[in-house]
């Protein structure tokens, strides 16, 4: 396609509108994540100067699970013993995503709405970078694992959090390293945000310095590292992106016109977001 691609984790944002604008409702319809993943469209098209978008959606993890049973387990455990209120607030924020992904993108006319049974959006995202090359990509999501996909100025990550880009200039220099290492560094330090164990006593500053040569070879934490390869091993199946068996996906182009874009919006009675689509 030749054209910069706006690639958003829904889930990602979706999750950040559920608790800024996720009280609102119409009719009494939850509305507020609905809302604020329509509203972050307008903006993220308005700010990088694109309407092509390829909107990516969490399939779950059992390909993950399968090679560790305990990935995320405790997220897992903790929703499970939710009060009422909050495990119906979760369904109705997962009824949202759903009808994002199932009816209303599609109705506008959004073309690339992508999800995968047993995958995370996060290796959709992945597939897409790796196998369009000649476009370039913003990628939208708060998730530190899509670091390890910068490359140049080709994909760039924009952190809708921090509401800043991030580069592989600014990313080399922070951690020290390339980013194609970091699934490395998350492998070797492990990633709490998923419940991955890594090698204990070793963070991801310690993870860098071994991966480019500058970890003192006589110390502890060199010989910890290397005496636990086959974690080391199994942990980069669970944090490389994308996961194997993961895709093909195919980018089309969008067919969104500001009509379908006004109904859609006026039919949930978000007047705000009328006429905002160019």
């Not at 049974?117 to 913003?138: K, M, Q, R």
């Not at 290492?181 to 090698?199: F, Q, R, T, Y």
């Amino acid at each position: 396609m030749n054209e910069l691609v706006i690639a958003v984790d829904v889930s990602n944002l979706a999750h950040r509108a559920f608790h800024t604008t996720g009280e609102l409702s119409y009719e009494g319809d939850g509305t507020g994540v609905l809302y604020g993943v329509l509203r972050d469209i307008i903006q993220l098209g308005d700010r990088f100067g694109s309407n092509t978008f390829a909107f990516c959606f969490d399939g779950g993890c059992d390909f993950r699970r399968r090679i560790y049973s305990k990935y995320k387990e405790m997220r897992q455990q903790r929703r499970r013993e939710a009060d009422e209120f909050e495990q119906e607030a979760r369904r109705d924020l997962r009824r949202q995503i759903y009808r994002l992904r199932t009816r209303y993108l599609p109705q506008v006319g959004f073309q690339n709405i992508f999800w995968q049974e047993g995958y995370e959006a996060d290796d959709v995202i992945a597939w897409l970078v790796g196998h369009y090359t000649t476009d370039e990509f913003v990628v939208v999501s708060g998730d530190h694992d899509l670091l390890q996909l910068l490359s140049g100025d080709r994909v760039i990550i924009w952190s809708p959090v921090a509401k800043q880009v991030v580069n592989e200039k600014t990313f080399t220099d922070t951690h020290g390293v390339d980013p194609s290492m970091w699934s490395l560094v998350k492998a070797i330090a492990g990633c709490n945000s998923d419940e991955v164990p890594g090698v204990k006593g070793i963070g991801e500053k310690t993870a860098a310095k071994y991966i480019s040569g500058t970890l003192n070879t006589e110390s502890k934490k060199y010989r910890d590292i290397v005496g636990n390869h086959e974690l080391i091993a199994r942990n980069l199946k669970l944090v490389e992106l994308p996961a194997e068996g993961c895709g093909p996906f195919e980018l089309k182009r969008d067919q969104v016109t500001e009509k379908d874009w006004n109904k859609l919006v006026m039919s949930m009675c978000m007047k705000s977001l009328v006429g905002r689509w160019d």
